[in-house]
Nanobody, 122 residues
Framework: EVQLQASGGGLVQAGGSLRLSCAAS????????IGWFRQAPGKEREEVSC????????YYADSVKGRFTISSDNGKKTVWLQMNSLEPEDTAVYYC???????????????WGQGTLVTVSS
């Protein structure tokens, strides 16, 4: 069974940092691209980032480029999202997912877990 469990969220002040983790299981890790999306209450899903574990290629949405960094460990089947210079606009539930992703967008989401809440105060 495919499982993707996000963790590491919390409450931080603007300008602070958090590191989110995504533990994957139930599939061959390097056969899938792993991405992060976020959703604030009452708002649509917003893409964040993705990484292809097979070659390390990455994509970042313009809203987080230069502030967030995605990385992976194939042996641990884990993906991280390092978030720096956090802003109140980053407040949302963050989910990791198996995705289809190219160099300018995430265009398909297939599996995801319950997500983890990130709250950034002013």
């Amino acid at each position: 069974e495919v499982q993707l469990q996000a963790s590491g969220g919390g409450l931080v002040q603007a300008g602070g940092s958090l590191r989110l983790s995504c533990a994957a299981s139930g599939f061959r890790f390097d056969d899938y691209v792993i991405g992060w999306f976020r959703q604030a209450p009452g708002k649509e899903r917003e893409e964040v980032s993705c990484i292809d574990p097979s070659d390390g290629s990455t994509y970042y949405a313009d809203s987080v480029k230069g502030r967030f960094t995605i990385s992976s460990d194939n042996g641990k089947k884990t993906v991280w999202l390092q978030m720096n210079s956090l802003e109140p606009e980053d407040t949302a539930v963050y989910y990791c997912a198996t995705v289809l992703c190219d160099d300018d967008r995430i265009y398909q989401y297939d599996y995801w877990g319950q997500g983890t809440l990130v709250t950034v105060s002013s």
